[in-house]
């Protein structure tokens, strides 16, 4: 069975950067077959794809939040990590991170962490 | 981006009712439309992928239809379990965008 597990601090300073990681048991993040992305949601709100990586080294990164964020892969661990730079307030949010599955094409994300909450305060 | 627009935003039903949920894309999506349930402080959970493809262990209550850029997620015989807060996302592009969520109460 997949699992998979976020970490990292639940309290960040405005202008700091935000650093989650992910943690996966039961698959590997080397995988072709999967995108290992992140996810978040305000408190009471919606929820807001971050993006993701895939091959270990290939990412793609929601436009709005593209400047700011960096997803990276840490094959020896079987972790993949989050780093949002310049926080504000507005990036309050529980950070998900879950697998996309492709392997069949469909697209769509089968398991999830059971998140985290990020509060940015000062 | 493709902007996914759910409706209702809320609903009210009974145990036993027969629900349905619509999800509208802003360009095509073809059949790349996946409906999760999330319920309070949980993580969501995918329903539906596909359009119309009942996940693993999924109860056959759930079902889902819909190309292009029309989708509904219908559930019959609600269940207690069953109110919590339904989303749609499409797969077809990047970035994967969600709909705005439907509150399911009872």
């Known amino acids: 069975q997949v699992q998979l597990q976020e970490s990292g601090p639940g309290l960040v300073k405005p202008s700091e950067t935000l650093s989650l990681t992910c943690t996966v048991s039961?698959?590997?993040?080397?995988?072709?077959?999967?995108?290992w992305s992140w996810i978040r949601q305000p408190p009471g709100k919606g929820l807001e794809w971050i993006g993701y990586?895939?091959?270990?080294?290939?990412?793609y990164y929601n436009p709005s939040l593209e400047s700011r964020v960096t997803i990276s892969v840490d094959t020896s661990k079987n972790q993949f990590s989050l780093k949002l730079t310049s926080v504000t307030a507005a990036d309050t949010a529980v950070y998900y991170c879950?697998?996309?599955?492709?392997?069949?094409?469909?697209?769509?994300?089968?398991?999830w962490g059971q998140g985290t909450l990020v509060t940015v305060s000062s | 981006d493709i902007q996914m627009t759910q409706s209702p935003s809320s609903l009210s039903a009974s145990v036993g009712d027969r629900v349905t949920i619509t999800c509208r894309a802003s360009q095509t999506v073809r059949r790349y439309l996946n409906w999760y349930q999330q319920k309070l402080g949980k993580a969501p959970k995918v329903l539906i992928y596909?359009?119309?493809s009942l996940q693993s262990g999924v109860p056959s209550r759930f079902s889902g239809s819909g190309s292009g850029t029309d989708f509904t997620l219908t559930i019959s015989n609600l269940q207690p379990e069953d109110f919590a807060t339904y989303y749609c996302?499409?797969?077809?592009?990047?970035?994967?965008?969600f709909g705005q969520g439907t509150k399911l109460e009872i």
């Open positions: 990586i895939y091959y270990s080294e290939s990412t």
């Open positions: 996302q499409q797969s077809f592009s990047n970035p994967r965008t």
């Open positions: 879950a697998r996309e599955d492709s392997s069949s094409s469909d697209d769509y994300l089968d398991y």
């Open positions: 039961g698959g590997s993040v080397s995988s072709g077959s999967y995108y």
């Open positions: 596909a359009a119309s």
